[in-house]
């Protein structure tokens, strides 16, 4: 895929403040969006879904926004914690199997 | 409740060697399978998806193979491994759900390092 070559971006968030992490999605007949956790050495794990037809989905301490007008999708977690560092990519989803598509991935990381 | 193993954790291999990799599922039926590889500090690739047995597609061509022998099992390999093999190899599973949500569940991966 074209976003596997890439080194990761890196956001840097005090610990406490709230973090924002943008994802743009290529293809505007995707219906299922995904946020996914990387912590270093482990295999991704699942945080929150949402679909086509919502905008907002809130859960623990994250919120996932999506503008299907401008094909962006974000995730915030509110009051940061060094538990939150890891890598998260943003996946999305255009028929049942068909396999996700994820984006490039951020590397987050926490400042205490 | 579904867990997936996925095996060896670890394992380093000279450039020309065979490899096997291999991926189990339990407490689903009939899920879709997944390769993906990650090279360090990079995204996710996927190499090879299954929605069933010895139903196999490829999606990136080079010297890996994958096979689905079992419902559950998925296994990648290659006869000759080459230097661009070494990577961090995940293992996911998915059941699509009634809604059309094809929500992948990961493995711990297999680190390859290739000498």
């Known amino acids: 895929g074209e976003n596997v070559g890439l080194h990761l971006p890196t956001l840097s968030v005090q610990e406490g403040d709230n973090s924002i992490i943008n994802c743009a999605y290529s293809?505007?007949?995707?219906?299922?969006f995904i946020w996914y956790k990387q912590e270093s050495g482990k295999g991704p794990q699942f945080i929150i879904d949402?679909?086509?037809?919502?905008d907002k989905r809130q859960g623990q301490r994250v919120t996932v926004l999506l503008n299907k007008t401008v094909k962006h999708l974000s995730l915030q977690i509110a009051a940061t914690q060094p538990g939150d560092s890891a890598v998260y990519f943003c996946?999305?989803?255009?028929?049942?199997?068909?396999?996700?598509?994820f984006g490039k991935g951020t590397r987050l990381s926490v400042i205490a | 409740s579904q867990t997936i193993h996925q095996w060896p954790a670890t394992l380093v291999q000279p450039v020309g060697s065979p490899l096997s990799l291999e991926c189990t599922v339990e407490?689903?039926?009939?899920?879709?399978l997944y390769w993906y590889r990650q090279a360090a500090g990079r995204g996710l690739q996927l190499l090879f998806y299954s929605v069933g047995i010895g139903q196999i597609s490829s999606e990136v061509p080079q010297n890996l193979s994958a096979s689905r022998p079992q419902d559950r099992q998925f296994i990648l390999s290659s006869k000759k491994l080459l230097l661009s093999d070494s990577g961090f190899y995940l293992c996911?599973?998915?059941?699509?759900?009634?809604?059309?949500?094809?929500?992948?569940?990961f493995g711990a991966g297999s680190r390859l390092t290739v000498l």
């Open positions: 949402i679909r086509s037809n919502m």
């Open positions: 996946a999305e989803s255009f028929s049942g199997n068909t396999p996700l598509v």
């Open positions: 407490g689903t039926s009939n899920p879709n």
């Open positions: 293809n505007s007949a995707s219906d299922y």
């Open positions: 996911a599973w998915s059941v699509v759900r009634g809604s059309g949500a094809n929500v992948l569940t």
